[in-house]
């Protein structure tokens, strides 16, 4: 059971061999400092989708590993399809934001053809180690969907368990919250 980042770290570790990210606009040097730390830490590899100009210079600066797969991508509005398009062939299992817009990426994501749509709503899951918890607590959508109405709340709790159950957590305990201690319908 996972019980902390540490823990979280060495499974990532063991499955890292396997794994590859698509970074969508990776000319951004927090983001080729996190690529950096991933492939030092044996956690995956990377295909950097972008401009490769740019790309290049700042991988020379971080001393990022040269033979690190680059995408020639330059024009922003095709940075993220070309990224995504990596995933949908097989090359990268994860899809990573570099310096794209949030709407852009998620445009490129939920494209009609080229996307990667599952026929179940998007969410998000995220992590927190709390000091004092004996264990991790995650959150689903905590802003992807403003106003989710009841199907679209199954669907969230279902992506969430759908994720926790594959990476070892079988019988997550859940709890539904709200913003508000006021019941609002339109929560």
């Keep these: 059971m996972l019980k902390s980042f540490q823990d979280v770290l060495a499974q990532a570790k063991e499955a890292g061999r396997n794994v590859t990210i698509a970074v969508a606009a990776a000319q951004d040097r927090d983001v080729l400092q996190a690529v950096k730390a991933a492939q030092e830490l044996g956690l995956a590899r990377a295909i950097l989708v972008g401009d490769a100009a740019a790309i290049r210079l700042l991988m020379t600066e971080l001393d990022l590993d040269p ?3 680059i995408v020639d991508e330059p024009d922003m509005n095709k940075v993220g399809l070309a990224a995504v398009a990596l995933i949908r062939q097989g090359r990268a299992q994860v899809l990573m934001k570099g310096l794209l817009n949030s709407k852009d990426f998620l445009q490129a994501v939920l494209h009609g053809q080229g996307g990667l749509r599952t026929g179940r709503l998007l969410s998000h899951l995220a992590c927190l180690e709390i ?13 992807m969907n403003i106003a989710p109405t009841l199907a679209e709340k199954k669907d969230i709790l279902l992506n969430s368990l759908l994720a926790l159950h594959s990476i070892g957590i079988p019988c997550p305990k859940v709890a539904l919250l709200t913003a508000n201690e006021v019941v609002n319908p339109k929560m």
């Design 67 to 69: 033979a690190t797969t």
């Design 131 to 143: 000091p004092g918890e004996e264990q991790l607590m995650f959150f689903s959508d905590g802003g």
